[in-house]
């Protein structure tokens, strides 16, 4: 999984920017149409398959949220938090 911290140094890149929109689409497009309940169920499973695999980064997890935090309502934003509170805690 390739962190979202090294996209942030090549923002002003046009080429890459356009890379990272289309990829950024891609992942959006993936998992469209997905109810809340199944976007968690595979967000566990990722993470648990990650653990078992030793390439689970906390910080790639904490680089994500802050990614995608300024994209929720609060009450997502609470959600979103509590589940990392449960990921961290079986890490």
Do not use: H
């Given at each position: 999984?390739?962190?979202i911290?090294?996209?942030?140094?090549?923002?002003?890149?046009?080429?890459?920017?356009?890379e990272?929109?289309?990829?950024?689409?891609?992942?959006a497009?993936?998992?469209?149409?997905?109810s809340?309940?199944e976007?968690?169920?595979?967000?566990?499973?990722?993470?648990?398959?990650a653990?078992?695999?030793?390439?689970?980064s906390?910080?790639?997890?904490?680089?994500?949220?802050?990614?995608v935090?300024?994209?929720?309502?609060?009450?997502?934003?609470?959600?979103?938090?509590?589940?990392v509170?449960?990921?961290k805690?079986g890490?």
């Open positions: 999984m390739r962190s911290r090294d996209r942030k140094n090549t923002v002003g890149n046009a080429e890459n920017n356009t990272f929109r289309n990829e950024a689409d891609e992942f497009a993936q998992y469209a149409g997905k809340e309940s976007l968690m169920q595979e967000l566990m499973q990722k993470v648990s398959a653990k078992s695999t030793g390439s689970f906390v910080d790639q997890l904490d680089d994500f949220v802050r990614f935090s300024p994209e929720l309502d609060e009450q997502s934003r609470s959600r979103l938090s509590e589940l509170k449960m990921i805690g890490s």
